[in-house]
């Protein structure tokens, strides 16, 4: 096999791997519907262009009618590349609608030179989008977070956080309004990098405002990498266990009640267990293949 040949079948190889794990994800957790109208949010890094370009190829392909636009933020951020995003979006066929308000400028005021932005920023952005959804009429408002997002949020939670909480797949926003989506909840960062670059997308670099990027998510981020690079396998079992959990062996009242607990004289399973190392065989429980093959996004 050529260099070419070579470089089209792996090309075609993370293509459908992509779209399988996507198709699944929207599956798994009941994501797109029959007539939905989902507000793809755009920010003009890799994610949110591979979310989009994934989805309109299964949009393509899917049974049922759903409609996709494409949201853009305009933070008011200084030397923001206006034109990138609508000549993209001309080309691709996409109704859109470009959303400019000056968060940046409220971010500068109330945080302190030096201080990093991110938070704020995130929750400006936040509010705005949820407006936006709802003039548009969107019934789900579709984020680019990733496999490696989840895992990274998993363990911010856990160590600067206390709470055993990631981030979901679907869930109700903050104003109790819109259904949030993250399809690519079980594809890699790395296949995005990869697929961004094959795509050739016009990537807008997220360092306009000067600040740098969450410190700690940069730590977790590099303590996951140096894990995986000495114990190959051990992010797939990570988020596997996000999908597997058992409440009855962790320490929460509210999830299970250990002071209804008596003996019944009947066997458990799941029993004092505690201390026992579990090999995972082929009926295991694994999130990324529970999708039928017949399903309307992963024909």
């Known amino acids: 096999m050529g260099h070419h040949d070579k470089a089209a079948f792996e090309a075609n190889k993370l293509s459908k791997r992509l779209h399988r794990l996507t198709g699944q994800a929207i599956i798994d957790f009941n994501m797109i519907e029959a007539g939905d109208r989902v507000m793809v949010c755009m920010s003009g890094g890799k994610d949110s262009y591979g979310l989009l370009d994934i989805l309109l190829s299964l949009k393509s392909r899917a049974p049922i009618d759903f409609d996709i636009i494409a949201v853009n933020l305009d933070q008011g951020h200084p030397g923001f590349p206006k034109d990138i995003l609508p000549d993209y979006l001309r080309t691709r066929g996409v109704p859109f609608h470009i959303e400019s308000q000056d968060t940046h400028a409220i971010v500068k005021r109330v945080i302190p030179e030096g201080k990093t932005m991110c938070s704020l920023c995130s929750r400006l952005r936040r509010g705005v989008l949820y407006r936006v959804a709802s003039e548009l009429e969107a019934t789900k408002i579709a984020l680019g977070h990733h496999r490696d997002d989840i895992l990274q949020t998993f363990f911010l939670n856990l160590f600067f956080g206390g709470k055993l909480k990631s981030m979901p797949p679907k869930l109700i926003s903050d104003d109790g309004r819109h259904v949030v989506i993250r399809p690519l909840a079980y594809c890699e960062e790395s296949d995005l990098e990869r697929w961004a670059e094959l795509r050739e997308f016009p990537i807008i670099p997220c360092d306009l405002c000067g600040s740098q990027e969450n410190l700690q998510r940069q730590q977790v981020k590099k303590m996951l990498k140096e894990w995986e690079r000495s114990h190959p396998g051990r992010i797939d079992s990570m988020f596997q ?42 009926t295991a429980h694994t999130l990324h293949f529970s999708a039928k093959k017949t399903s309307p996004f992963n024909s």
Request: glycine share 4%.
């Open 241 to 282: 266990a996000l999908g597997n959990i058992a409440p009855s062996h962790l320490l929460d009242p509210r999830h299970h009640d250990f002071k209804a607990i008596r003996p019944d004289d009947q066997p458990h399973p799941e029993g004092d267990r505690a201390f026992d190392f579990e090999i995972p065989d082929n």
